[in-house]
C-alpha cells in the first residue's frame, strides 16, 4: 500500500510535480554527500602517503649526514697519516 492512496489530499501531493522535483533534489544532495565522503577518503590517503614520504626523508638526511661526517673524519685521518709518513722521511 502507497501513501498516495489514503486520501485526495495525498493523492494530488502524488500526481504534482514538486514531489517528483523533491525526488530528484534527494538524488542529488546523496551523490553530493557521496562525492564528499570519496574526496576525504582520497584527502586523508594523500596526507598519509605525504607524511610517509617526509618521515622517510627526515631519516634519509639523518643517514646522509652521518655518512658524510664519517667520510669527513676518515678523510682527516688518512691525511694527517700522509703528513706524518712525509715528515718522518725528512
Known amino acids: 500500500k502507497t ?11 502524488c500526481e504534482s510535480n514538486e514531489l517528483d522535483m523533491t525526488f ?4 542529488c544532495a546523496l551523490a553530493g ?9 582520497h ?3 594523500v596526507l598519509s602517503a605525504n607524511w610517509a614520504y617526509v618521515k622517510d626523508a627526515c631519516r634519509m638526511q ?3 649526514d652521518i655518512k658524510s661526517k664519517e ?3 676518515l678523510h682527516d685521518i688518512h691525511s694527517t697519516r700522509s703528513k ?4 718522518a722521511y725528512t
Open 33 to 41: 554527500a557521496g562525492a564528499a565522503v570519496i574526496a576525504m577518503i
Open 3 to 13: 501513501v498516495c492512496a489514503g486520501s485526495e489530499k495525498f493523492y494530488k501531493m
Open 62 to 64: 639523518k643517514y646522509e
Open 84 to 87: 706524518e709518513r712525509l715528515n
Open 43 to 45: 584527502y586523508l590517503m
Open 71 to 73: 667520510e669527513q673524519e
Open 24 to 27: 530528484h533534489l534527494f538524488i
